[in-house]
T-cell receptor
């Protein structure tokens, strides 16, 4: 069945360093979504990418969707302690939404 | 306030004792879904519903049932819970086609322990 792999599983960075998490799907996706989950909380929607090669920015966060619509990345520039949490990608194909395993980001002040 | 509510938030039960986790949303969303979250496995979709009386299996439907008799409610039923269903469960809803696309609004989660 369809799989979405996300790497790395964990990332520890010093505050001010950059961070990137990558997502790869075994099948072509109609769209990909990104969510952030703070410790003890529930996932919160960040963004959705739909078009091949799409790039979107939200302040220090940059999201990319691959040309083949099978991979995506989230890049955070100059991390802050408020960026701590687990970042999930979620690929959609018809009604199903397949989440990656998530990347847990720790930021040392 | 627009929200997804789940009840109960915490539940400890024993093997074989039927239970229902309720989920309700007040945003008139068509799409609703249940996920379980386990360490190292991320969120896995159990069942989803595109609209009233329309439900479909996600990736891990075994041992679970759902129903969608009303638009706002999407209960998750465990007919005979087993210890491998110990997990954190999230309900989510969305309204496809809006500007933000298929943004999923998640409930606060239900932590279930089956002894």
């Amino acid at each position: 069945g369809q799989q979405v792999m996300q790497i790395p599983q964990y990332q520890h960075v010093q505050e001010g360093e950059d961070f990137t998490t990558y997502c790869n799907s075994s099948t072509t996706l109609s769209n990909i979504q990104w969510y952030k989950q703070r410790p003890g909380g529930h996932p919160v929607f960040l963004i959705q990418l739909v078009k091949s090669g799409e790039v979107k920015k939200q302040k220090r966060l940059t999201f990319q969707f691959g040309e083949a619509k099978k991979n995506s990345s989230l890049h955070i520039t100059a991390t802050q302690t408020t960026d701590v949490g687990t970042y999930f990608c979620a690929g959609q194909n018809t009604g199903k939404l397949i989440f990656g395993q998530g990347t847990t980001l720790q930021v040392k002040p | 306030e627009a929200q997804v509510t789940q009840n109960p938030r915490y539940l400890i039960t024993v093997t074989g004792k039927k239970l229902t986790v309720t989920c309700s949303q007040n945003m008139n969303h068509e799409y609703m879904s249940w996920y379980r979250q386990d360490p190292g496995l991320g969120l896995r979709q159990i069942y989803y519903s595109m609209n009233v009386e329309v439900t479909d299996k996600g990736d891990v439907p075994e041992g679970y049932k759902v129903s969608r008799k009303e638009k706002r409610n999407f209960p998750l039923i465990l007919e005979s819970p087993s210890p491998n269903q110990t997990s954190l469960y999230f309900c989510a809803s969305s309204l496809p086609g809006r500007e933000r696309g298929n943004e999923q609004f998640f409930g606060p989660g239900t932590r279930l322990t089956v002894l």
